[in-house]
């Protein structure tokens, strides 16, 4: 299947399974390095978030960035980083495989409650602070913390996520 995806200057060719393991579904982010899709794994029938990388973006540098990234995400292993489920090379892409977190991002809670009461305000720090202490034990800087980078799941915990390029 064939899709421009749009939106961006770059065209995209949508292919609807990645590693004749995952299908894509409707483009849940965007990026500068790229867009992340809800997806479902078909060996599993489990929902996933699925992260490509742009094409054109594909240098041997970028690559190797990207797939620290994943490589960062494995390591980590904290219920408050998003997880890394595989990592993909399919087709001349880069495909990073997580976690879905269901409750979307901080950000857009922001928008709609600009004024969080002072008990969630607490938790999510809270939870923020315990996954970068995680991060910096094993020397890994996430480079890119905004609220736009921190998901809640719908049980209200928090998913830090886009260890950045």
Known sequence: MTDNIGQHDW???MIETVSDRYSLGERIGTGGMGDVFKGVDN???TAVAIKVLRPELATQDMVQRFLREGEALRQLNHPNIVK???AVHDNDRYYLIMELVDGGALDAVLRR???LPINDVLNIA?????ALTRAHRLNIIHRDIKPANVL??????LRLTDFGI
Do not use: N, S
């Not at 809640?152 to 915990?157: P, Q, T, Y």
């Open 11 to 13: 065209a995209f060719t």
């Open 43 to 45: 060996r599993t029938d």
């Open 84 to 86: 890394l489920l595989d």
């Open 113 to 115: 409650t600009p004024v």
């Open 126 to 130: 809270l939870d923020l602070a315990d």
């Open 152 to 157: 809640l799941a719908k049980d209200g915990m």
